[in-house]
């Protein structure tokens, strides 16, 4: 394996209410792990969360963090999770419609930024605790460029309904963390 060029620690944002969420998880960490200067840094446990600025009934969210070791661009990054998303069967019809996979680019290392179509830090991961409790599992001492550090933040989320789900991420279990440059703990979580 040659080595990889300059590398940044990205962290995706993992949702989906439609399908088998827990089935779709695995198919999206293959596709993230084969992107090219890529590889797993972390991923979070499950956590189940009531969909959020919705009117009508929708289904919970199964969401999850996970954080990469890329060489890609953020640019290059983003047009490759809407592609695994496209794969996964997600079509763009309403933002907050009921999907069967949402992969969100949340940091990028510490850049900030604002273009036509893509934001950084994501503009709402802030105000989120299904975002902030996965990302503080496996990133506990990071801080948010333009908002702080995580253990601020969950202060604010604290009456969002979220919970976590005693599943591991399937495709880390077992398995120690990837040497990385990513702020992420180096031994996994245990659910028991």
Do not use: W
């Not at 919705?54 to 919970?60: K, N």
């Not at 990302?135 to 702080?148: M, Q």
Request: a positive charge; aromatic letters at 6%; hydrophobic letters at 40%.
């Amino acid at each position: 394996m040659k080595p990889m060029s300059a590398r940044t620690c990205a962290f995706i944002g993992f949702g989906a209410n439609l399908g088998d969420p827990f089935a779709t998880m695995p198919r999206a960490l293959e596709a993230l792990a084969a992107l090219p200067e890529t590889r797993l840094a972390a991923c979070s446990s499950y956590y189940r969360s009531a969909p959020l600025e919705v009117s009508g009934p929708h289904p919970d969210y199964i969401n999850a963090v996970i954080a990469l070791d890329t060489g890609l661009s953020s640019q290059a990054l983003l047009d490759a999770l809407l592609r695994i998303e496209s794969v996964c069967g997600r079509s763009r019809n309403g933002m907050v419609a009921p999907r069967p996979i949402d992969l969100d680019l949340l940091l990028y290392g510490e850049t900030v930024m604002q273009s036509p179509t893509l934001t950084l830090p994501h503009p709402r991961m802030h105000q989120r605790a299904f975002v902030l409790l996965p990302l503080a599992e496996i990133a506990p001492a990071l801080s948010i460029p333009g908002h702080g550090p995580l253990t601020s933040l969950l202060e604010n989320v604290k009456g969002q309904r979220v919970v976590r789900v005693p599943v591991i991420c399937a495709a880390m279990q077992g398995q120690p963390f990837f040497q990385t440059e990513c702020p992420v703990r180096q031994t996994p979580i245990s659910t028991r």
